[in-house]
C-alpha cells in the first residue's frame, strides 16, 4: 500500500512558477513508477509527466514539455513537479499517482493522492 500527499499548488500569475511536491508512505516506493496528472473543471483527467523507478527515465504531455520537469527523491520517498512560464490553460487540480507498472494512462496507476489546486491568472 502506497499512501500519497500531495502540496505545493496556489494561485500564480501567468508566466510565473510553482514546485509541487508528492510526499509517499510505504516501502514500495521505489517499487513504483510517478505520475502526474490533472484535471480542469468539466475536463476528464489527463496525463501530465511520468517518470521511472530510478528517475533515469521521464515522458511529458506535450503541451508541458520544456516548461514542466518531474523528478524524484527516493531517500525521501517525494515526486516533485517543477513548473515554470505557467499559462491559464494549466489551471487544474493536480494529482500524483503511483504504480508497479504505471506509465503514461491513469490506468496504469494503482494509488492516487486526493490533489492539489494549480490556479494561474492571466
Known amino acids: 500500500q502506497v499512501q500519497l500527499v500531495e502540496s505545493g499548488g496556489g494561485l500564480v500569475q501567468a508566466g510565473g512558477s510553482l514546485r509541487l511536491s508528492c510526499a509517499a508512505s510505504?516501502?514500495?516506493?521505489?517499487?513504483?513508477?510517478m505520475g502526474w496528472f490533472r484535471q480542469a473543471p468539466g475536463k476528464e483527467r489527463e496525463f501530465v509527466a511520468c517518470i521511472s523507478r530510478s528517475g533515469g527515465s521521464t515522458d511529458y504531455e506535450d503541451s508541458v514539455k520544456g516548461r514542466f520537469t518531474i523528478s524524484r527523491d527516493n531517500a525521501k520517498n517525494t515526486v516533485y513537479l517543477q513548473m515554470n512560464s505557467l499559462k491559464p490553460e494549466d489551471t487544474a487540480v493536480y494529482y500524483c499517482a503511483a504504480g508497479l507498472n504505471g506509465w503514461g494512462s491513469r490506468d496504469t496507476y494503482d494509488y492516487w493522492g486526493q490533489g492539489t489546486q494549480v490556479s494561474v491568472s492571466s
Open positions: 510505504g516501502r514500495r516506493f521505489s517499487s513504483c513508477t
